[in-house]
């Protein structure tokens, strides 16, 4: 009866050992997987809450082209550098705005979010040059202690087609200008009839007279 005890003991023990050790391998792995689910969790958070620098290439007014660092994401990149190759620097026919880039060559600035930083790139003799290079180099920027960089290329060969975009300046100074216009109109008219109406004074027409004194005189 004793052997029968100690061999049922012996057996209830190994059952709960195995029993542990699989709810021991159950908790690790649920525990793995939380630490996983936690990090992705980070990586999400960190992503939204950042500075997203995008690039879009603008040609406004029919006259200049730009290159535009808008930035999408929560944050102001501060910090923020531009570095463009020197081969994509020499390539651009005008003196002007090669020098305006050597100039912004280790220069920082802060780009909030929603807002945008504009390199203007050249004018109208920009299209069609046949030694134009691709817009390359990289920008960098931080945020919240974090380092980021970006890669930039475009091949303007392979671009889509240019079109000439308004700015929001540009519709209010037509604007400004259709309302002048409208003014000048109207002061043109007023003038004219203060001048007719002077006239008719002077060579005694009596309907002037009477609007005048408010009765035709005898």
């Not at 109208?124 to 030694?131: A, E, V």
Request: charged fraction near 30%; hydrophobic fraction near 35%.
């Amino acid at each position: 009866m004793t052997n029968v005890t100690d061999w049922l003991m012996i057996a209830i023990t190994a059952v709960y050992v195995i029993a542990t050790i699989f709810i021991c391998r159950a908790n690790i792995k649920s525990a793995e997987a939380s630490k996983e689910q936690l990090e992705e969790m980070r990586k999400q958070y960190a992503e939204d809450n950042r500075p997203i620098l995008d690039v879009e290439f603008l040609y406004e007014r029919k006259t200049w082209y730009i290159v535009r660092f808008v930035n999408r994401g929560k944050y102001t990149a501060q910090h923020t550098m531009i570095n463009l190759t020197q081969e994509f620097i020499d390539s651009l026919p005008e003196e002007t705005f090669r020098n305006q880039l050597e100039k912004l060559k280790g220069k920082e600035c802060l780009i909030g979010a929603g807002q945008h930083y504009d390199i203007f790139i050249g004018s109208n003799k920009l299209r069609g040059n046949p030694n134009m290079k691709p817009v390359e180099g990289t920008v960098t920027y931080q945020a919240n202690g974090q380092k980021y960089s970006d890669d930039i290329f475009v091949d303007f060969e392979n671009y889509m087609t240019f079109f000439s975009t308004a700015t929001e300046q540009d519709d209010l100074l037509k604007a400004i200008k259709d309302n002048t216009s409208e003014i000048k109109n109207v002061g043109n008219e007023l003038k004219h009839m203060n001048n007719k109406e002077k006239y008719r004074w002077k060579t005694g027409d009596p309907e002037v007279r009477r609007s005048v004194d408010g009765s035709e005189k005898d």
